[in-house]
T-cell receptor
């Protein structure tokens, strides 16, 4: 089955700095890579996702890059703010839609702390 | 839309007791899943369903049962609770089209403690 490794487990930055979280996956058939943000005591919420036919995707201060050859993908947050402090999870799936359900395999999570 | 709802929010059980965690969604999503979240281990898939009447096992299915009689509801049953099942449980749903998978929407979670 799929295995997703996420690093670092904790990340501390100053407000305004950039933060980078990296994930590697094992299943070359994986084709969908979402990133979730989870604030303390809350549910995970999708912040950005990327599919295997795209190398990079941006949404304001957040970007994700995918290297299929190396089987790794990364989350980049620029101009970090204290409200970015949360746990971030990467995940990978090989779903093709319909009855071909792609099980999401999650990384272990990164605790991001942004200091004012 | 209420989205994905879960009940109860908190539950304390004694070892050996059984209970059902409820999950419902009003987005007409085909896919529904149950995850457990433990410190340092991310979210792990327990069971999932691709539509009414169709369920399958995830990564950690032992000790849990599911059924999906309607599109909206996907209850998770603990057959005989054990302390190792102390965790936070999240239900999630998503839609799909042929060839693609989309965002999973999570419920608010159920915090379960087994004594």
């Amino acid at each position: 089955g799929e295995n997703v490794e996420q690093h670092p487990s904790t990340l501390s930055v100053q407000e305004g700095d950039s933060a980078v979280i990296k994930c590697t996956y094992s299943d070359s058939a994986s084709n969908y890579f979402p990133w979730y943000k989870q604030e303390l005591g809350k549910r995970p919420q999708l912040i950005i996702d990327i599919r295997s036919n795209v190398g990079e995707k941006k949404d304001q201060r957040i970007a994700v890059t995918l290297n299929k050859t190396a089987k790794h993908f990364s989350l980049h947050i620029t101009e970090t703010q204290p409200e970015d402090s949360a746990v971030y999870f990467c995940a990978a799936s090989n779903g093709a839609g319909g009855t071909s359900y792609g099980k999401l395999t999650f990384g272990q999570g990164t605790i991001l702390t942004v200091h004012p | 839309n209420a989205g994905v709802t879960q009940t109860p929010k908190f539950q304390v059980l004694k070892t050996g007791q059984s209970m059902t965690l409820q999950c419902a969604q009003d987005m007409n999503h085909e896919y529904m899943s149950w995850y457990r979240q433990d410190p340092g281990m991310g979210l792990r898939l327990i069971h999932y369903s691709v539509g009414a009447g169709i369920t399958d096992q995830g990564e950690v299915p032992n000790g849990y049962n599911v059924s999906r009689s309607t599109t909206e509801d996907f209850p998770l049953r603990l057959l005989s609770a054990a302390p190792s099942q102390t965790s936070v449980y999240f239900c999630a749903s998503s839609y799909s089209t042929s060839g693609s998978q989309y965002e999973q929407f999570f419920g608010p979670g159920t915090r379960l403690t087994v004594l």
